[in-house]
């Protein structure tokens, strides 16, 4: 098995079509854009690899999307299982926009996209089309990181040293200091995994871990849902400590599988 296929997609089509155009906006800034569900979680800086058949509403709304050169809609998660669905109308008031990098008309009767997950936002309104489309206002979120309080090594900055508060108080709020705990905990429970390939940059690294790591989908959206960087970054650590302390189970059965130590690594990206 090739490990590198996973992180290149290359099973999706062979004749991809590069898509040009990349939309960014700044924090805060409210926005119109479509909506289109998916049953995926849409995470900033991930790839989102679909194939919209050609009878569904989102095969129209993509078609829309590239004849009018657009590249960017916002995806809400939307959970496949019939008991999950209550939850939709919580879970459609945030989502991420998505950029379509790639697409593919070679297969019949369906396209084949390769998107990319940028910026996290929050629905202030949505209204249904003619065409049954969702057009929605939405406001980007921001990804609040405070100010660098320990250097590379874990000490802290000269600033805070003179502060009347001890270290281990300053640090319980430094994102590095939590990043370099929740590598420790990688390279122990997860040996395969290169840690050369995980994002050195706070607000990366934790949309890498909600991407990379075993968490369930109402965790995944809890954290995407938090502006605070430091939050996210404490919720991940604690739910990984947890993870090493049990095994992964069936999310139907409750049946154990296998801890976490005993995985093998299907992709270069993560585990």
Not at 46 to 67: C, F, G, M, W
Not at 88 to 96: D, E, N
Not at 180 to 192: L, V
Request: proline letters at 6%.
């Amino acid at each position: 098995y090739d490990i590198i296929i996973p992180s290149r997609h290359s099973y999706l089509e062979t004749r991809m079509q590069r898509v040009e155009g990349y939309n960014y906006w700044l924090d805060d800034t409210e926005i119109p854009i479509f909506l289109i569900p998916l049953d995926v979680i849409a995470i900033p800086g991930q790839t989102v690899p679909l194939r919209i058949k050609e009878n569904s509403l989102q095969y129209a709304l993509i078609r829309h999307l590239l004849d009018q050169n657009e590249n960017t809609f916002g995806a809400v998660y939307m959970p496949a299982e019939r008991t999950a669905m209550v939850m939709f109308r919580t879970w459609s008031r945030f989502g991420v926009t998505v950029q379509i990098e790639e697409v593919s008309h070679d297969t019949p009767h369906q396209i084949v996209l390769k998107c990319k997950g940028r910026q996290r936002f929050r629905t202030k309104s949505v209204e249904r089309q003619a065409d049954r489309s969702l057009k929605a206002t939405v406001v980007i979120r921001p990804d609040l990181l405070p100010c660098r309080i320990s250097d590379p090594a874990g000490r802290l900055r000269g600033e805070f040293r003179s502060s009347v508060w001890p270290e281990w108080v300053w640090k319980l709020h430094d994102p590095y200091t939590i990043m370099r705990k929740i590598r420790k905990i990688i390279a122990r429970d997860s040996p395969q995994v290169n840690l050369n390939v995980i994002p050195i940059d706070p607000v990366m690294f934790s949309f890498w871990l909600i991407s990379a790591m075993p968490f369930a989908s109402r965790q995944r959206v809890e954290m995407l849902q938090e502006d605070s960087v430091v939050i996210r970054l404490v919720n991940q650590l604690r739910h990984l400590e947890d993870l090493g302390r049990h095994f992964y189970c069936c999310i139907s059965c409750g049946w154990e599988i296998i801890k976490s130590s005993n995985l093998i690594s299907m992709s270069t990206d993560s585990p």
